[in-house]
Every structure is written in C-alpha cells, then in structure tokens.
C-alpha cells in the first residue's frame, strides 16, 4: 500500500482481557518495528522484524506481550491478560532495510480500563 | 531505555523567529535521524544525518552533528504556524544494532 496502515486506530478494553494490533507495513519494506508511545513521551522500542523472523525483541516488556509476522509483511502485536499500565499508542514502523528512514503509521491507541 | 535527550522539552517561540532543539546521545552511531510529530499523529522523518557528516540541509532545516561530544542541533529558520509539532531524534548504534532508539522529545509552539 501507499503507507502503512494499522488497526485499529482505538481500542478500548478491560484489565485482564486479549488484545490485537495489526500492522500492514509498505509493500516491499522487509523491516517492520513496533513502538509504544505514552503521552508526553518518545517513541518506547518493542520489537524489531526483519522478514519473518523477530531479529530483536529486547524491548518487550514482559511476556504478555507477542508479535508475529508470519509471512513477512503483515504483524500482529498480541497482548494477554492486559494491565492499565499498557494504555498507550502503539506504533508500527517500516522500512526498506534496517537502520534506514522509517515510515510510520498512524497509531493503534489502546486504553485499558 | 532512551538513548536520545533533547533539550529543552518546550519551546515556544512567535512566528519567523527560529527555533533551534538538541540532542544529546550515549553510544556510537552510524547515523542519527530527526522526526515531527502533529498532535495525534504517527513520526514523519525529516532528516538524516550520518556519522561522517556534520551538517546537513534540507529546506528550512538545517542539522549539525557533533559526534565528539554526541549531540546534535535541529534548526528550523523562518518558522510558521504549521511548524508546531513534537520532535524527536533518533538514534542506531554502530554494533549492528537492529533499532532506532528515540529521545523524549521538544514540543514546539509557533505563535502567531
């Protein structure tokens, strides 16, 4: 697509409960990152994908949190039994190869109750 | 953690002055970016500066990298109304690192 396109743009749930993130990066960009931001403060490094593969997940802060990208263009960030804490936006980046100009989307801004 | 520290974090300034925001760094790079942010709205990359270099154009921008002492200056000359937005800089590291680390941030208001 023309730029990357995440859903939802909001979500709102309850603690304790399963949430989505999609990302649908450039076509043809191989490097796909994830970021959250909360307000008032830089863009938080999660998880970095290089194809298929999570090349660096270092940023992620516990294991509720998962991220897939099964074929290599299209991810998923995967949170289980969510907290208020994980209230944020969350950002989905790409690029044609790593370390180069990211483009981002929009944000998913998730709010958990 | 955030590599990145941009100085200061507000700065409020009337129209066609310039406005100038800086960042500081801990480790080596390869090469650091710059990036807007409107209220609400994803990062759009507006420079890129490589380690080798020590200043760079574009447009109204102009960005100088001091890599002795890890810091970097953003300088928009002439600025507008539509200049208002969050800038942050990023950076990699020279280790093959994977990600691109951001600051916290300057939030610019143009008045007019």
């Known amino acids: 697509g023309a730029g990357v396109s995440q859903t939802p743009s909001n979500k709102v749930t309850e603690k304790g409960k399963y949430v989505e993130l999609r990302c649908d990066p450039i076509s043809g960009h191989t490097a796909l990152y994830w970021y959250r931001q909360s307000l008032g403060q830089g863009p938080e490094f999660l998880i970095y994908f290089q194809g298929t593969g999570a090349a660096d997940d270092s940023g992620l802060p516990n294991d509720r949190f998962f991220a897939v990208r099964p074929e290599g263009s299209v991810s998923t960030l995967k949170i289980q039994r969510t907290e208020r804490g994980d209230s944020a936006v969350y950002l989905c980046a790409s690029s044609y190869r790593r370390q180069d100009v990211l483009t981002f989307g929009a944000g998913s801004r998730l709010t958990v109750l | 953690s955030q590599q990145g520290e941009e100085d200061p974090q507000a700065l409020s300034i009337q129209e066609g002055e310039n406005a100038t925001m800086n960042c500081s760094y801990k480790t080596s790079i390869n090469n650091l970016q710059w990036y807007r942010q409107n209220s609400g709205r994803g990062l759009v990359h507006l420079i890129l500066i490589r380690s080798n270099e020590r200043e760079k154009h574009s447009g109204r921008l102009r960005v100088t990298l001091d890599t002795s002492k890890k810091s970097s200056s953003?300088?928009?000359?002439?600025?507008?109304?539509?200049?208002?937005?969050?800038?942050?800089?990023?950076?990699?590291?020279?280790?093959?690192?994977?990600?691109?680390?951001?600051?916290?941030?300057?939030?610019?208001?143009?008045?007019?």
Do not use: E, H, M, W
Not at chain 2, 74 to 80: M, V, Y
Not at chain 2, 81 to 108: E, H, M, N, P
């Open chain 2, 74 to 112: 953003l300088l928009i000359t002439a600025s507008r109304a539509a200049d208002t937005a969050s800038y942050f800089c990023a950076t990699d590291g020279i280790q093959g690192a994977q990600k691109l680390v951001f600051g916290q941030g300057t939030r610019l208001t143009i008045n007019p």
